[in-house]
């Protein structure tokens, strides 16, 4: 596609229910990032994966928090048992290369725990 | 550790106005540094991309400066519009791997018609 496609756009979970969010990036590109926004802050890092490995996941928050891209293309970000305070945006980033490229972000699905 | 800073938090200018808009880091060791418009309820759109090696970056209206001595970059925007109205971030890199960004908390620009 164009652009870094992500899905759901809003998501509304009750506490304690399972939630998969999904990201679809810029085709070729291999790096891909997942970050998290609270309200009026700057994006927090999350993890990070070139091509289908992670190489990086020391952003996320609990074990409660999974990532993967199995194939190298397409990555799914699940949250188990969600909380209150995971309410956020999650934004997907890719780049062709992360090391000196720009990043490409999605519009992020907001998801809201009640 | 690198840690990203953004003054103002929010800036209200009238239109026509050139402005500038701060972004201090505390490590000089920086790879690059990256500034992004965020417009409500969106992602993040890449303005400018300063490497290392350079002092500055120009897009049409606007103008990224680097300066790793005084740990500072600044966000150039000339005879500002409604349409610039936005969040504004600027973002460092952790470490070597410049995808993995360290974000300031932006700053919420409105131009005034």
């Known amino acids: 596609g164009a652009g870094v496609s992500q899905s759901p756009r809003y998501k509304v979970a009750k506490r304690g229910q399972d939630v998969a969010l999904r990201c679809d990036p810029i085709s070729g590109h291999v790096s891909l990032f997942w970050y998290q926004q609270a309200l009026g802050q700057g994006p927090e890092f999350l993890t990070y994966f070139q091509n289908e490995a992670q190489l990086d996941k020391s952003g996320l928050p609990s074990d409660r928090f999974f990532a993967e891209r199995p194939e190298g293309s397409v990555s799914t970000l699940k949250i188990q048992r969600t909380q209150q305070e995971d309410s956020a945006v999650y934004l997907c980033?890719?780049?062709?290369?992360?090391?000196?490229?720009?990043?490409?972000f999605g519009s992020g699905t907001q998801l809201s725990v009640l | 550790k690198q840690e990203v800073t953004q003054i103002p938090a929010a800036l209200s200018v009238p239109e026509g106005e050139n402005l500038v808009l701060n972004c201090s880091f505390t490590?000089?060791?920086?790879?690059?540094l990256q500034w992004f418009r965020q417009d409500p309820g969106k992602g993040l759109t890449s303005l400018l991309l300063i490497q290392s090696s350079q002092r500055e970056q120009t897009s049409g209206r606007l103008n990224a400066s680097l300066d790793k001595s005084s740990g500072r970059s600044t966000l150039y925007i000339a005879a500002s519009q409604p349409g610039d109205s936005a969040t504004y971030l600027c973002?460092?890199?952790?470490?070597?791997?410049?995808?993995?960004?360290?974000f300031g908390q932006g700053t919420t620009l409105q131009v005034k018609p």
């Open positions: 973002a460092a890199p952790y470490s070597s791997n410049t995808g993995k960004l360290i």
């Open positions: 980033a890719s780049s062709l290369d992360g090391r000196r490229e720009k990043l490409f």
């Open positions: 490590d000089s060791a920086i790879y690059n």
